[in-house]
């Protein structure tokens, strides 16, 4: 018999009637917040905000997602955006794009993020290579990396706390 977890919230389906909400459906409905609450004048007032808001984000993901916190100078949200996404273990960025967004948003600092669906947050040589690289080109155009997030399951792990940045 499958098991089934009651979380005390409900749904309406197409007949009106309430039932349980599935997990996924919890899910689906906290990142719909989420993205409501994050209007242009929304800031990520700390380190603790900024990694909850990316696990609620690309926690569930089952395949490699990278994805940018574009900010205003003041660090005030102008957008979240999930830029390039690939395989279990692995996505090609390419800088390029992320630099034409940040002009195309009129940035001024970003926040990168991305997951790691095999539960490991410690990044690679990769992770820490893609993170200078687009370090030094954001830097041409004056757009500062101020982190990179590494999610993964349950564990979220800042470059910027780490040292890394």
């Known amino acids: 018999m499958a098991q089934h977890h009651s979380f005390g919230l409900f749904t309406v389906d197409t007949y009106g009637a309430f039932i349980p909400a599935s997990a996924g459906a919890i899910i689906a409905t906290a990142r719909l917040c989420l993205d409501t609450m994050l209007t242009r004048t929304a800031t990520l007032a700390s380190p603790a905000d900024v990694k909850n808001y ?76 893609l993170t200078a690289t687009l370090k030094t080109a954001l830097a041409m155009i004056d757009v500062r990396v101020l982190d990179h997030v590494v999610v993964a399951g349950g564990r979220v792990l800042s470059f910027t706390e780490r040292g890394l940045l």
């Open 54 to 129: 990316l696990a609620v984000k690309l926690g569930p993901y089952e395949r490699e997602v990278f994805a940018v916190l574009f900010l205003d100078p003041q660090h005030r949200v102008i957008e979240y955006q999930e830029m390039f996404s690939g395989t279990l273990t692995q996505t090609s960025v390419y800088p390029r794009e992320v630099v034409k967004m940040a002009l195309q948003l009129n940035a001024g600092a970003v926040i990168l993020a991305h997951n790691h669906p095999s539960g490991v947050a410690e990044p690679s040589r990769a992770d820490e290579h």
